[in-house]
């Protein structure tokens, strides 16, 4: 079954109760970009929480057997995507494969670990979705493979337009468990943050790369 408002909703309030994802519109973080973010996202920090583990296990898991049935293969992409990628492949009883950012540096000169065949049907589990640069990297390496990509599922996207574009451009769906929207709307009622705050992470999805400047 796809995954539902009431489900992304759920995983919006199990993100913010263990702060995989910190909001902090008035004392912003700097992403590695230089673009001042009121937001910060880690969702390796719900590998150690058993409940919150399976809970994204199960709902990638459902929701690729309802959008890609015929998948036979998932791949991971490195590094946050791998133990994510691995559970869901156990889940579904599929063979697991992972990207590495970059080919290894010795040995093999690998940049995808583990058996990958031309013609597979793969989807990848990514962890967070910015701009997808990272991401889209990894769906070109198995490409070049000859592998049939399917899709990709996430656990969690900013929302962004550039996003969309990139994925659009490589002919590419996607899916994520929960999104921004919902978990800003999730952080007011839940009472991480008022309107004043709201208002500052609403403007700023608008314009990332010059909010707080």
């Known amino acids: 079954m796809p995954t539902t408002i009431d489900q992304s909703t759920q995983l919006a309030k199990y993100l913010l109760e263990i702060s995989a994802v910190k909001l902090s519109p008035r004392n912003p973080f700097t992403w590695a970009s230089g673009w001042k973010s009121p937001i910060y996202c880690d969702n390796r920090i719900s ?36 133990s ?47 701009t997808g640069k990272s991401s889209i990297a990894a769906i070109k390496a198995l490409k070049e493979q000859g592998c049939d990509i399917l899709g990709m599922g996430a656990i969690f996207t900013y929302g962004f337009e550039i996003a969309k574009q990139n994925f659009k451009e490589i002919d590419c769906s996607f899916f994520t468990l929960s999104n921004y929207d919902i978990l800003i709307e999730e952080a007011l009622i839940s009472g991480y943050i008022n309107q004043e705050d709201l208002d500052s992470l609403k403007s700023w999805r608008k314009s990332p790369e010059t909010w707080g400047r």
Do not use: C, W
């Not at 590998?47 to 991971?76: C, H, M, V, W």
């Open 47 to 82: 590998l150690s929480y058993p409940e919150i583990r399976t809970f994204i296990k199960e709902q990638l898991a459902q929701t690729i057997n309802d959008k890609y049935p015929e998948a036979e293969k998932i791949a991971g992409v490195a590094t946050a995507g791998i």
């Open 84 to 130: 994510h990628g691995a559970l869901v492949a156990d889940e579904l009883n599929l063979p697991f494969a992972y990207v590495r950012s970059k080919p290894k540096e010795h040995g093999m000169g690998n940049m995808i670990e583990g058996k990958v065949d031309a013609h597979e049907k793969i989807v990848v589990i990514e962890d967070l979705i910015s």
